[in-house]
């Protein structure tokens, strides 16, 4: 099993930058596919992005290709989410999820554990 904080959100000008984290204690870092999702009020939750257990994969979500980048760190149990180039419709909570796969995954329904989430506000 394992537990996952996000933190580094917060309220950032249209064009600016942010960088997301993801905790995650609990054992075996490294075997956990990883991934980033989105929701705004009122909306779905959306992928954003993912990362395989050992970084060298990764996929986007079409909104946030050449924007954002997702990395891992296995040896501080981190997973991160570089967002450059923020409009306000980025502006949503944003959580991270695991699930114990090799695969990369997109869907929601397919993550076995989620963070708290953080929020994210980007202002024009």
């Known amino acids: 099993q394992v537990q996952l904080v996000e933190s580094g959100g917060g309220l950032v000008q249209a064009g600016g930058s942010l960088r997301l984290s993801c905790a995650a204690s609990g054992r075996s870092f490294s075997s956990y596919g990883l991934g980033w999702f989105r929701q705004a009020p009122g909306k779905e939750r959306e992928f954003v992005s993912a990362i395989s257990r050992s970084g060298g994969s990764t996929t986007y979500g079409d909104s946030v290709k050449g924007r954002f980048t997702i990395s891992r760190d296995n040896a501080k149990n981190t997973v991160y989410l570089q967002m450059n180039s923020l409009n306000p419709e980025d502006t949503a909570v944003y959580y991270c999820?695991?699930?114990?796969?090799?695969?990369?995954?997109?869907?929601?329904?397919?993550?076995?554990?989620w963070g708290q989430g953080t929020q994210v506000t980007v202002s024009s």
């Open positions: 999820a695991a699930r114990l796969t090799p695969m990369l995954i997109k869907r929601p329904r397919d993550y076995d554990y």
